[in-house]
């Protein structure tokens, strides 16, 4: 009988290296898409080739695997490739097709372990070796990218930044990866009263139409964001008067007429003891939005404070039933680059508590390196998100774009 192995196998670098000796003399580390891969054994070097142990590459992959225990086979899936490999035997097949093996699976201790080049590149991925390091890179892929649109000034315009050309000319620029726009167009005051203009910069621009002409003609989707942060008890007081919040919802429902939908920015809850109560109000202020935007076929997403923030104020599961999408900010943490780890444990928390496909990692640009931005990706892959948010257009430099282009598939 077979038996799932409801994760990847395993994988990397069958990379020979011209000095095998020094290679086995130290550990090998193995990396996709930068993040280190954690093991229960260590990775080993057999005739030139590095065999590492196939369950956690499996699951960084996102590959599902088979394993036939009577015939020593381990077959693996992911996106249309079938992978078979018998342990001890030179020959894998790819699709079907035999393929000759230099060094074949083994069992040690107790593990499996797989020739890594091989097994990385029958998927698909570029395999490198630094000269201690696998470094695995997966294959593009498509995803929701979304970027955020706010005020700026000639050195960080969020118009020349997407459309490639000073405003009010527009031609295709970036609009090949960036196909959802969120507009930081709008606040709201403790009385619900929509606002175009405010003290934090979320104001809307002259000729604001310009810029949804322009994304109509490239087929891009726009979002209408309102920003608002607790400073002053502003999102508390709006939240305790019903008469606030049905102002509020008639005027955002009103204004959404212009936009394919809805993003809430409510910063700063659930900071003090009394979070439980706020997370409660947020939560049912949401629910008023959402039935009232559902008849007018408007999205709605909800940019939201990471899980493992000081911000306790958001219920992921009760608002992740009602949005369409939820971005979690996973970032400002402290350090920057962003800590691996925090992002690491905001996402694996936010996947307990909504789908997946619900899910996409915001990454504050600013915070981060074109190295780091290439691990954020690596880590919206690895958790199988929708896509992740970029803050904000006009920050995005030409090394950014290079690393998105490197692991993002152009959308149709």
Known sequence: MKKYIAVLTLLLVGVGFLNPGAAAAQEIGVFVDGLPVTFDSSPVLQGGRVLVPFSAIAESLRAEVQWD?????????????????????????????????????????????????????????????????????????????????????????????????????????????????????????????????????????????????????????????????????????????????????????????????????????????????????????VSHLHSALQPAGKTLTLTLHAPNSSYRGYDYAALGAMADRIIVMAYDYGPRPEPDHMVIQAVETAVREVPKDKLILGISLPSETAESLAKRIGIAKKYGLNGIALWRLGLVGEQHWQVIRAAILPRS
Request: charged content about 20%; hydrophobic content about 40%.
């Open 69 to 285: 225990p009577i015939s020593k086979k381990v077959t693996a899936y992911r996106e249309g490739r079938i992978v078979e490999l018998q342990i001890g035997n030179r020959t894998a097949w790819i699709n079907g097709r035999p393929v000759f093996l230099d060094q074949p699976p083994t069992i040690i201790k107790g593990r499996t372990l797989i020739p890594a080049r091989f097994f990385a590149e029958s998927l698909n991925c570029r395999v490198d070796w630094d000269g201690r390091n696998v470094l695995i890179t997966s294959p593009r892929q498509k995803m929701t990218v979304v970027g955020f649109y706010a005020l700026g000034d000639s050195r960080t315009s969020s118009w020349t930044n997407l459309f490639g050309r000073p405003y009010p000319n527009f031609e295709p620029g970036n609009t090949d990866i960036i196909g959802n726009l969120a507009l930081g167009w709008y606040s709201v005051d403790a009385n619900g009263n929509l606002l175009t203009g405010s003290t934090t910069g979320w104001r809307r621009p002259e000729g604001w139409e310009r810029v949804l002409e322009a994304a109509d003609t490239l087929g891009l989707q726009y979002e209408m964001v309102i920003h608002v942060t607790e400073k002053d008890n502003t999102i508390t007081r709006l939240m305790a008067s019903r008469e606030a919040v049905d102002n509020f919802v008639a005027a955002v429902v009103a204004e959404s007429q212009y936009y394919h939908g809805v993003n809430l920015d409510f910063e700063g809850l659930g900071l003090g003891n009394d979070y439980l109560t706020e997370r409660q109000m947020f939560t049912a202020l």
